[in-house]
């Protein structure tokens, strides 16, 4: 793997108020509109010291918070200023608590409610030997094209599919249906395949048929890996291009690597970061770079780097989703 190269000087940020948050109205991808649609969760965060079974923490650190990556990345979106509506499904007993959650980061709630299950769940369990996660995605798994409104699809100049939950339960059919669906009015399309296990349970081959017509696509490596069966990220890259005009690949702390259909791959280096919590920083970089390539698409390195600039503050938080 390419090594990480040093970054440049991270810029300053403008501030503003605005409902307690400081705001980035002035930088690249004000006045463009977002659409998000995609899991909205409720997660059981675990700090521990225990690594096996029966292992006992008295001091473990358990934290509960809103989460789902469409979540996170709409709220990250909602923080830095951008016009931003988000479609996700709760239970019927969550909808208001999840729509004041939004409504308090910036974001337009247009939430769907299933009175036959419950709002998805997530639990991540950290210690030294590593994060483990377990997610159900209930309700937000029953998320299809019919609950996305096609005049929030006709106002959006960018829409993002994003999600394990969304994904990982509806088959091939559910993903072309939603990209089918965010391509009926003129907005570019951006996708997140979100997990490794939603790339297994459709298969990767199908996986990539239905995401024709995305614009861009946003893995991590371990799901560029997966979609494509390669072993390095620059040959995942390659053939990823084949299927998507543009894809963003996340490398953790050795930054990211952007592929174009036809161009050499061009590699942008992760932004410095003290990490309390990396849960979240793909979801945070994803609403970075969407609303930096919203106005200027040319520039992708520069969305790049702005994605990385939003993950490495994400970092800083637990649970992912900006402070409000």
Do not use: C
């Amino acid at each position: 793997m390419t090594p990480p190269i040093e970054p440049p000087a991270r810029p300053s940020r403008p501030e503003g108020p605005r409902g307690g948050r400081q705001l980035a109205g002035r930088r690249r991808g004000a006045g463009k509109r977002f659409l998000v649609v995609g899991d909205l969760l409720d997660a059981v965060l675990v700090d521990t010291t225990a690594t096996a079974v029966g292992d006992d923490d008295p001091a473990a650190r358990i934290r509960h918070r809103p989460a789902g990556a469409a979540g996170v990345t709409a709220t990250w979106l909602g923080w830095l200023g951008a016009d931003v509506d988000m479609v996700g499904r709760v239970g019927v007993d969550d909808v208001y608590r999840h729509e004041r959650s939004l409504l308090d980061a910036g974001v337009r709630p247009h939430l769907r409610y299933d009175a036959q299950t419950s709002t998805g769940a997530l639990v991540s369990v950290r210690s030294d030997a590593g994060r483990t996660a377990m997610a159900d995605g209930a309700a937000s798994a029953s998320l299809t094209a019919e609950d996305v409104p096609e005049e929030l699809v006709a106002r959006a100049d960018i829409v993002h599919l994003t999600g394990g939950a969304l994904f990982g339960s509806g088959g091939a059919d559910r993903v072309a249906a939603l990209v089918a669906r965010a391509r009926t009015g003129t907005a570019r399309v951006a996708l997140d395949p979100s997990s490794v296990a939603a790339v297994r349970s459709i298969g990767a081959s199908s996986f990539l048929e239905a995401v024709h017509g995305v614009d861009v696509i946003t893995p991590n490596q371990a799901e560029a890996l997966e979609l494509t069966g390669e072993a390095t990220p620059s040959a995942a890259v390659r053939v990823l291009t084949r299927h998507v005009p543009l894809v963003v690949l996340t490398l953790g702390e050795y930054g990211v690597m952007v592929g174009r259909r036809g161009r050499p791959a061009q590699t942008v280096p992760a932004t410095p970061a003290t990490v309390v919590d990396g849960f979240g920083a793909g979801d945070a970089f994803a609403a970075g770079f969407l609303r930096a390539w919203a106005t200027d698409p040319v520039r992708v390195g520069a969305a790049a780097r702005e994605g990385a600039r939003v993950a490495a503050r994400a970092v800083g938080f637990v649970g992912g989703r900006p402070p409000v």
